[in-house]
């Protein structure tokens, strides 16, 4: 499982900030997503290979930010309630554009690959 990011800070956590991520492939993008939201997440790697998330500029919560760079990837977010870890997994099947959306999302859980920290040098 990669891990991208910092420690979450619970009471900045759902402070507005600005976002400057491009559309790209997942894993580098949820790494950056980590450092631009100073907030831990978690993914396997296996799970984001092959997807490319949106492109997110402008000022949001990092929970909004993050559903925003997911939304018809394929891919899911869940968040801690404990501890506002951010865990992204692949979805059973992207939404197409413009899809109603369904009662029931099936979350596949894959193994852990790897490990990945993102530290901010001084």
Partial sequence: MLLGGLPPGRAA???VQRFDLPA????????LFGVQAKREIMFPAEAAAGIRTNAVVGSYAPREALDRMVERTGLTVAEDA?????MI????????PGAAPTEKTKT???PIAASFYASQAD
């Fill in 13 to 15: 956590e759902s402070a």
């Fill in 24 to 31: 790209g492939e997942a894993t580098e993008m949820l790494k």
């Fill in 82 to 86: 404990q501890t506002g870890a951010l």
């Fill in 89 to 96: 997994f692949r979805a059973s099947t992207p939404k197409p």
């Fill in 108 to 110: 596949i859980l894959i």
